[in-house]
C-alpha cells in the first residue's frame, strides 16, 4: 500500500511566520505534488516535483516554494505566511514511467493563519 | 486549457437511492485521462477510477459504475443502492501529460448526503 504522509493534521500560525508543510511518501514515487483545497474552489495545484531538485509551478504558486532534497521528501514553504493561506493542504504523489498514473494523497494539513 | 466542471455542488439522497454525479470536461489533446477520488469526512482522497480516452467501456465495480462519453465529453458516476457510509465529496479529475508527470486538473466537487 502506497504510504503518504504529512506532518501535521493542523497547525495554527501567525501572520508573517516562515511555516514548513512536510510530506513524506514511501513507495519510491517519482512525482510529488502540493495542492490547496478551499470551499466552493475544489482542489488547485500548487507546484510539482518529478524529481529530485527539481520543481514546477502550478495554478497557484504565489506565496509559496518547495524543496525537494530526498525523494521521498516533499516541503511546501510559506516564507511569511498571511490569513489568505489558511487553508486544507493536501500532498500526494505518483510514479513516473511515461504514463499517467494515479495520485495518492495523504491525509491533509489544516492550516490556520492568524 | 483542459477544465472540469462537476454542476452539482450538493446532492442528499435517502439510502437505497441511486444517485449520479456529473463530470464534463474540456480538453484539446486526443490522449488523456479521466479520475475520480472520494474525500470522506476524514479528508484524505482515495482514488477510485482511472480512464484513458481510448477505452469508452463502462465499469462496474461492486454498487459503482462509470460511463464515459466522449460525444458529450462527460464521465458520469452512478451509485447504486447508496449507503450512509457514501456520504462524502466526489471529484472528477481529467490529466492531459501523457509524458508521466500526471498533474491533474480537479473539479470543485460534489458533496454527497445519504440519510439513513
Known amino acids: 500500500d502506497v504510504k503518504v504522509t504529512q506532518s501535521s493534521r493542523y497547525l495554527v500560525k501567525r501572520t508573517g511566520e516562515k511555516v514548513f508543510l512536510e510530506c513524506v511518501q514511501d513507495?519510491?514515487?517519482?512525482?510529488m505534488f502540493w495542492y490547496r483545497q478551499d470551499p466552493g474552489l475544489g482542489l488547485r495545484l500548487i507546484y510539482f516535483?518529478?524529481?529530485?531538485?527539481?520543481?514546477e509551478k502550478g495554478d497557484i504558486p504565489e506565496g509559496y516554494s518547495v524543496s525537494r532534497e530526498k525523494k521521498e521528501r516533499f516541503s511546501l514553504i510559506l516564507e511569511s505566511a498571511s490569513t489568505n493561506q489558511t487553508s486544507m493542504y493536501l500532498c500526494?504523489?505518483?510514479?513516473?514511467?511515461?504514463?499517467?498514473?494515479?495520485?495518492?494523497f495523504g491525509p491533509g494539513t489544516r492550516l490556520t493563519v492568524t | 486549457a483542459q477544465k472540469v466542471t462537476q454542476a452539482q455542488t450538493e446532492i442528499s439522497v435517502v439510502e437505497k437511492e441511486d444517485v449520479t454525479l456529473d463530470c464534463v470536461y474540456e480538453?484539446?489533446?486526443?490522449?488523456?485521462?479521466l479520475f475520480w477520488y472520494k474525500q470522506p469526512p476524514s479528508g484524505e482522497l482515495v482514488f477510485l477510477i482511472r480512464?484513458?480516452?481510448?477505452?469508452?467501456q463502462n465499469e462496474i465495480s461492486g454498487r459503482y459504475s462509470w460511463n464515459f462519453q466522449k460525444s458529450t465529453s462527460s464521465f458520469n458516476f452512478t451509485i447504486t443502492a447508496s449507503q450512509v457510509v457514501d456520504s462524502a465529496v466526489y471529484f472528477c479529475?481529467?490529466?492531459?501529460?501523457?509524458?508521466?508527470?500526471?498533474?491533474?486538473?480537479f473539479g470543485k466537487g460534489t458533496m454527497l448526503l445519504v440519510s439513513p
Open positions: 500526494a504523489s505518483s510514479p513516473r514511467q511515461g504514463r499517467t498514473y494515479e495520485q495518492y
Open positions: 513507495m519510491d514515487h517519482e512525482n
Open positions: 516535483s518529478y524529481d529530485v531538485k527539481m520543481k
Open positions: 480538453t484539446r489533446d486526443t490522449t488523456y485521462y
Open positions: 480512464r484513458n480516452s481510448f477505452d469508452e
Open positions: 479529475a481529467l490529466s492531459e501529460e501523457p509524458s508521466g508527470y500526471s498533474t491533474l486538473t
